[in-house]
């Protein structure tokens, strides 16, 4: 079967810096993709891996080793609003999406 | 750019009501949408998928019969959830992309329909 696995909570500090994991099995890989999504809303797009390593954006880097069927979001110089579910969701061989069930991600002052 | 529309942004039905909810792609031809539903503090559970011009493909569990969906244009997918009951009340979101190059993979989401069936 096809497995998104990532944390359900993690809480931070504003100011600090959080790395949320998603690890996956999937019938083949075409990609992955991490989303936010604030409450109520539809998610937004962050970034997409599809080669090993690290893509920086800004405050977000997102990395991926395709060997160990892993990943991981960086958020540096967490802010408030940085508060959401972080979802990853991976590409498969037909190239539809498999979601993960989101992380929500706590900010605190 | 890729910006998708969705219409009505929340809607409150009577239940054994039908209720019709469409998505656009403004600014883009979306060969491929996708029809999502998400109940509270849950993740996005795919319903369909549709190809302009074919019909939809529904994943298991998903009546056919109850959520019609047509793909009519390249800019525009409907879906209908009839005779609605209670136990349909959810966050409904399409998403759109295009065919092409690597990241047109990269689906555009909608800002979703939240039905309250009553």
């Known amino acids: 079967g096809q497995n998104i696995d990532q944390p359900t909570e993690m809480t931070a500090t504003e100011g600090a810096i959080v790395q949320i994991n998603c690890t996956y099995q999937?019938?083949?890989?075409?990609?992955l993709f991490w989303y936010q999504q604030h409450a109520g809303e539809a998610p937004t797009f962050l970034s997409y891996n599809v080669l090993d390593g690290l893509e920086e954006k800004g405050r977000f880097s997102s990395f991926l080793s395709r060997s160990k069927g892993y990943s991981y979001l960086l958020l540096k110089e967490l802010q408030m609003k940085d508060s959401a579910s972080y979802l990853c969701?991976?590409?498969?061989?037909?190239?539809?999406?498999?979601w993960g069930a989101g992380t929500k991600l706590i900010i605190k002052p | 750019g890729a910006v998708v529309s969705q219409h009505p942004s929340w809607v409150i039905c009577k239940s054994g009501t039908s209720v019709k909810i469409e998505c656009r792609s403004l600014d883009f031809q979306a060969t491929t949408m996708f029809w999502y539903r998400q109940f509270p503090k849950q993740s996005l559970m795919l319903m369909a998928t549709s190809n302009e011009g074919s019909k939809a493909t529904y994943e298991q569990g998903v009546e056919k019969d109850k959520f019609l969906i047509n793909h009519a244009s390249l800019t525009l997918s409907t879906l209908t959830v009839t005779s609605a009951h209670p136990e349909d009340s959810s966050f409904y979101i399409c998403?759109?992309?295009?065919?092409?190059?690597?990241?047109?993979?990269?689906?555009?989401f909608g800002p979703g329909t939240r039905l309250t069936v009553t």
């Open positions: 969701a991976v590409m498969d061989s037909n190239y539809q999406l498999i």
């Open positions: 999937t019938s083949g890989f075409n990609g």
């Open positions: 998403s759109a992309r295009t065919s092409g190059d690597r990241f047109s993979y990269e689906q555009y």
